[in-house]
Nanobody, 118 residues
Framework: QLQLVESGGGLVQPGGSLRLSCTASGFTLDSNNIGWFRQAPGKEREGVSCISNRTGRTSYADSVKGRFTISRDNAKKTVYLQMNNLKPEDTAVYYC???????????WGQGTQVTVSS
């Protein structure tokens, strides 16, 4: 059964950093593009970043460009999202998915909570 589990969230002060992990089971990580999404309270889910399974090409939402970095370790079946210079507006539940197009994601995991606050 295909499953992705998010971890690494927490409470951090503005300007701080966190690294989120997305670990796969039931499939090989390099068989899918992997996307990170987030949903803030009262807001719709939005795409944050994507990494291509074939080329390794990455993409980012404008709001996180220059601050977030997505990477993939196929041997560990894990995709990471390094988040630096965090801002209060980054507060959200972060999800990873085996696709970069939200409407194509069939189901979502529990996500990991990121809270940026002083």
């Amino acid at each position: 059964q295909l499953q992705l589990v998010e971890s690494g969230g927490g409470l951090v002060q503005p300007g701080g950093s966190l690294r989120l992990s997305c670990t796969a089971s039931g499939f090989t990580l390099d068989s899918n593009n992997i996307g990170w999404f987030r949903q803030a309270p009262g807001k719709e889910r939005e795409g944050v970043s994507c990494i291509s399974n074939r080329t390794g090409r990455t993409s980012y939402a404008d709001s996180v460009k220059g601050r977030f970095t997505i990477s993939r370790d196929n041997a560990k079946k894990t995709v990471y999202l390094q988040m630096n210079n965090l801002k209060p507006e980054d507060t959200a539940v972060y999800y990873c998915a085996p696709d970069c197009v939200e409407v194509l994601v069939g189901s979502w995991g529990q996500g990991t909570q990121v809270t940026v606050s002083s």
